[in-house]
């Protein structure tokens, strides 16, 4: 699971358990397990990026659009503990290394601040975990990456939706879709729970060019959507849909 390039949030759908009872903490963003992702913690680190940004004059003007959402904050929390768990439990060993300098190049963030560490240790950890045997995609899987697809302007409209879909059926979705698979089962088993402001919560794995999700891994309620990584797409010889990459780590 390497990757030239790191992106934002997307969408997927793997459902995850409501809060209720005692996990309806006021001010806890979700819930892995025992552990809390607190809202102070989210603020904290997107304050942090904003000082870090307003202090250069080389990303002052920039600071609003290179700073994630606080979505995209709660979601690589979440799934750096649920890494961090399985890991843990399953004895994965990171196979490769990304530097805070890394996610800091391909997202203009600083890199000594706590987000891009976490980025960073997040795509460390996946390296580690076995993505399994590639997944062919369903039809649904087809439909949702070709609507993506069309939205981000990356099928042109005279190419056919089975014209696409035969394009866009190979070994990156399908490594994705296995990936997406790992980490779903993955968040099932360690009792994540999230506050219902962040539903659906997107956490990036596949995408087009321009950060337009194909394939992404949910942490929110039931029927709700998730995730993506990218890379740049490869040139067509011929007028097409441009295929989405995906992978984890540069």
């Given amino acids: ?23 309806t903490e006021p001010g ?24 870090g940004l307003s202090a250069s004059p080389a990303t002052a003007e920039q600071a609003p659009a290179l700073l994630p959402g606080r979505d995209q904050v709660v979601a690589t ?16 060993q990171p196979q490769g290394q990304v530097s805070p300098a890394q996610v800091a190049q391909q997202t203009g963030l600083p890199a000594d601040a706590v987000y891009p560490q976490r980025v960073a240790e997040f795509y460390t950890c996946m390296s580690g975990v076995p993505a399994g045997e590639q997944a062919a995609p369903s039809q649904e899987d087809l439909a949702a990456v070709i609507a993506a697809g069309r939205s981000a302007g990356a099928i042109p409209p005279d190419v056919t939706d089975e014209d696409a879909a035969s394009q866009l059926d190979g070994s ?28 659906p919560l997107l956490f990036p794995l596949l995408s087009f060019k321009g950060d337009a999700a194909a394939v992404s891994v949910p942490l929110g309620e039931a029927g709700s959507a998730v995730t993506e990584i990218s890379t740049p797409e490869p040139e067509p010889t011929e007028p097409g849909p ?7 780590a540069p």
């Fill in 28 to 51: 806890v963003a979700a819930y892995i397990g025992d552990h809390r992702v607190t809202e102070d913690q989210v603020t904290s680190i997107l304050d942090e990026m904003r000082d």
């Fill in 1 to 23: 699971m390497r990757a030239r390039r790191l992106v934002a949030v997307a969408s997927v759908a793997v459902g995850l358990v409501a809060l209720t009872g005692c996990r």
């Fill in 77 to 92: 929390l979440v799934l750096l503990d649920v890494c961090r768990d399985l890991s843990a439990d399953k004895g994965y």
């Fill in 242 to 248: 441009a295929e989405p990459s995906a992978s984890v």
């Fill in 172 to 199: 990156q979705l399908r490594s994705a879709l296995a990936t997406r698979k790992v980490l779903a089962d993955a968040i099932g088993g360690y009792d994540v729970t999230v506050n219902p402001r962040y539903r």
